[in-house]
């Protein structure tokens, strides 16, 4: 099963420098993170929000599949695309589409002051991120994360 750890925020909220503040990779890769509980996970990092990447669910499942990692990271934006709303939807259902083909969506951060509210179990919402030192913010989702 894949588990999957997700930033959702608008354009400008500093969601693709904390992703690769929080897994070092500059577009996409995979990585070994650390966790609070201890050993590591192998995990498949993307950093462009997949509407931002023009990247539909299906797509990205099989990206996934092709890097073979069972633990995921990437952002989306929580609107959909202004452009393409039917093939990149708003993140709630980027979220639904993506438990549907048996992930499972295990943290959430939602970055800025955005008001959304999604059917997921971990959420936190980190509305001070444009006004703190990115390396504050990074730990604080790390914390979140359970990642060192």
């Not at 549907?100 to 008001?115: C, S």
């Amino acid at each position: 099963m894949v588990e999957a750890y997700v930033l959702i925020g608008n354009p400008n909220t500093r969601k693709s420098t904390l992703m690769r503040c929080l897994t070092g990779c500059f577009s996409r890769s995979v990585r070994d993170i650390a966790l609070h509980r201890g050993g590591n996970i192998k995990l498949y990092a993307r950093v462009a929000a997949l509407q931002e990447s023009r990247t539909p669910a299906v797509d990205f499942a099989s990206e996934l599949a092709r890097s073979r990692c069972q633990n995921v990271a990437f952002a989306l934006w929580p609107e959909s695309h202004p452009n393409d709303p039917e093939r990149l939807p708003d993140a709630q259902t980027y979220l639904r589409q993506l438990r549907d083909a048996g992930w499972a969506i295990r943290k959430v951060a939602v970055l800025g002051a955005q008001p959304i509210r999604l059917d997921i179990k971990d959420v936190a919402h980190f509305s001070n991120v444009l006004s703190q030192p990115i390396n504050t913010s990074a730990q604080q989702i790390r914390n979140h994360f359970g990642w060192v």
